[in-house]
């Protein structure tokens, strides 16, 4: 698990047995035994705060997406959210925890000493002061929400049956090994030194890229792009991105797995990059469209938040407003230019998570300047180190995304009707009107 674990000095309770079987060594009638590892209260309290606050993002994200599509398919489209959290929430504990993170077979996935968490108690992990079952718990909101993004890319069209048959997969066969490769002990990426504190690849990257391949496979939305599709309900939107901020701290200062200094700087640098990456948006809009949005605002947060995820907890505040605003104006650059493609990833899944993601891992390897060295710190194969990170999460989420869609596509179809589209997805996939006026 690439985490940062700090060094603390031994608690009292620890210590006492300890100097009790030194005394008795020096008398000849008792072997010191290793002491058992400990639980830290602080860091547990903590973390059952960080686990929750993740949680919380999901039905931030639902509230997020839901305003953004049109009014016929606001539930359709939050019902994507919600499902992760009940399928992959069950899928987690049953086998999906111990791919991530089971015993190592040859750098790549986990073995299944860990299914249905046999064995998983109380007691922490070597080198962690949490309950091990905490770690499960915190592990598994990620893994919730990471599918759930995929969502963006495929709304308004894509049959609920197709999506919740390729969440389950999905999480399988790309989540929980690159989950593996990047943060379970043994894993390739981990063993090659690459940086990701708290999901740039892992989450962001794989998300988006397996967005993008979704939304190309299903086709654009009926009238795309000549008719205007705009966001039904723009404080839902503002709401959910304020969720998702505040969920966020979860998410990147939890990953340090303890109360202590790493987690508040990678508070701080959640915070500081959220806030320029909405900065630089809205400046963006305003000097290119002679007035700021709403819109553009809450979605240069996002960026920001995405771009910062792998470095946190490596990267100087100062650092993080330099990376949220390039992350920013990197996603805004992409969402313009594949708007005039006609690429229809209806709620720029690819657009933030994908680039941003990417644009993130990459200067993690530039700006590292603690717990770890970057590029600009006198470590310039670490910028390497994240080059091949990223291509190898592109590559392997490609090849199996694709096909995975492919096999759903020929068993159950992918695409709801053209009729089924123009009368919303609110109606035909749920039985349900969002607003009854």
């Known amino acids: 698990m690439r985490r940062f674990r700090p060094v603390r000095s031994i608690p009292a309770a620890t210590r006492r047995p300890m100097v009790a079987a030194a005394l008795g060594l020096v008398a000849g009638t008792v072997a010191a035994q290793p002491a058992a590892p400990a639980i830290d209260t602080g ?167 397996s967005a993008l391949i979704a939304c190309l496979m299903l086709g654009r939305r009926r009238g795309f792009p000549g008719e205007p599709i705009l966001p039904h309900n723009l404080p839902l939107v503002i709401l959910g991105a304020g969720l998702l901020w505040f969920g966020w ?82 996603c805004v650059t992409f969402v313009t230019w594949r708007t005039r493609r006609g690429i229809d990833d209806s709620l720029d899944a690819f657009g933030i998570h994908g680039v941003g993601g990417t644009i993130g891992a990459l200067l993690t390897g530039v700006f590292a300047s603690h717990n770890a060295a970057g590029l600009l710190t006198g470590d310039a194969r670490q910028f390497g180190i994240q080059i091949v990170g990223v291509v190898a999460t592109y590559v392997y989420v490609g090849i199996v995304t694709f096909i995975l869609l492919k096999v759903l596509q020929g068993a159950v179809g992918l695409r709801v009707t053209v009729e089924e589209e123009m009368i919303g997805l609110d109606q035909t996939q749920h039985g349900e009107a969002g607003y009854s006026m």
């Not at 389950?168 to 043994?186: F, K, R």
Request: net charge neutral; charged share 5%.
């Open 43 to 209: 860091d547990t309290a903590w973390m059952l705060v960080s686990a929750a606050l993740v949680l919380l993002m999901t039905p931030g994200l639902a509230l997020f997406y839901g305003g953004l599509v049109r009014g016929k398919n606001v539930l359709g489209t939050m019902m994507q959210s919600l499902a992760a959290m009940a399928l992959v929430g069950v899928l987690w504990v049953v086998c999906g925890y111990t791919i991530a993170f089971g015993s190592d077979l040859g750098h790549v996935v986990g073995a299944f000493d860990y299914l249905l968490l046999r064995g998983v108690g109380g007691d922490p992990l070597d080198g962690q002061s949490i309950p091990h079952l905490l770690f499960v718990a915190f592990q598994g909101m990620f893994a919730i929400i990471t599918p759930a993004l995929i969502g963006g890319a495929v709304a308004e069209r894509m049959k609920f049956k197709a999506f919740l048959l390729f969440m389950l997969l999905w999480v399988l066969l790309v989540y929980a090994p690159l989950a593996h490769w990047v943060w379970g002990s043994g894993g390739w990426l981990l063993e090659l030194g690459a940086l990701d504190f708290a999901g740039g690849t892992v989450v962001h990257i794989s998300s988006g890229f």
């Open 249 to 330: 701290f979860g998410f990147n200062a939890g990953s340090a797995l303890a109360a202590n200094g790493t987690a508040a700087l990678a508070l701080v640098t959640t915070h500081v990059s959220a806030a320029a990456g909405a900065l630089a948006w809205l400046l963006y809009d305003w000097i290119k469209h002679g007035r700021p949005t709403a819109l553009g605002t809450v979605s240069g947060a996002v960026a920001g938040l995405v771009g910062i995820t792998p470095a946190a907890g490596f990267v100087s505040p100062a650092a993080a407003i330099a990376l949220g605003a390039v992350t920013s104006l990197g």
